[in-house]
């Protein structure tokens, strides 16, 4: 079963745009990973983000988290074609917090 | 240094056929975890060591899958008397920490005909 249900399943759009992707979950957890998949680099690690935490910076992107509502955001500013890829969310596996729960991802093609 | 890997990268067997999938995590990464990931969907756990200890299996869809990581190191997941379903790329990840990013390999992609 998945924890995690990413939104939209896909999105096109051009170069310098920015994209969105949302990810909604079901229990309550204390982290939460984005990770990006493409067939050059395999899948990557991209940000972690912990329940204390609401919002975080890396590079052009931006992870929000609510966890009153159980979802987050991935904002990537002024996107470029070798953005994409799909977009993961992952959260534990349960309270051990080790293993991972994948959704079945966002798919973002950018255009030049 | 050197990242996660996995070999073979392609494999291709007959039903029936035992499978041998290894992957060389980064060097000190204490956990190790295999993921099965179906075409068009994220990865679904499969395993999880710390060290040599396997700690969770619950992810393994049948008592045809086994893994091993004897020396804390290098791990083998095998598949016995392999079926059509168990075609999937198969990902190994490792991390420093029970609770960190996870460094995933290139993958194996077995297609079972």
């Known amino acids: 079963s998945q924890q995690g249900e990413e939104d939209p399943q896909a999105l096109s759009i051009q170069e310098g745009e920015n994209a969105t992707m949302n990810c909604s979950y079901k229990?309550?957890?204390?982290?939460l990973q984005w990770y990006r998949q493409n067939s050059g680099r395999g899948l990557v690690h991209l940000i972690l983000i912990r329940s204390n935490e609401r919002e975080k910076h890396s590079g052009r992107l931006r992870v929000t988290l609510d966890t009153s509502k159980k979802s987050s955001s991935l904002l990537i500013t002024a996107s470029r074609a070798a953005d994409t890829a799909s977009y993961f969310c992952a959260t534990p596996l349960n309270q051990a917090g080790t293993a991972l729960i994948f959704g079945k991802g966002t798919t973002l093609s950018v255009s030049s | 240094g050197a990242g996660v890997s996995q070999s073979p990268r392609y494999k291709v067997a007959k039903r029936g056929q035992d499978v041998a999938l290894r992957c060389d995590p980064i060097s000190g990464h204490v956990s190790l975890f295999w993921y099965q990931q179906a075409l068009g969907q994220g990865p679904e756990f499969l395993t999880y060591f710390q060290n040599e200890a396997q700690l969770d299996k619950s992810g393994l869809p049948s008592d045809r899958f086994f893994a091993e990581r004897p020396e804390g190191s290098v791990s083998t997941l095998k598949i016995q008397r392999t079926q059509q379903e168990d075609s999937a790329v198969y990902l190994c990840a490792s991390s420093l920490m029970m609770v960190s990013e996870q460094f995933f390999g290139p993958g194996t992609r077995l297609t079972v005909l």
């Open positions: 229990t309550s957890i204390n982290n």
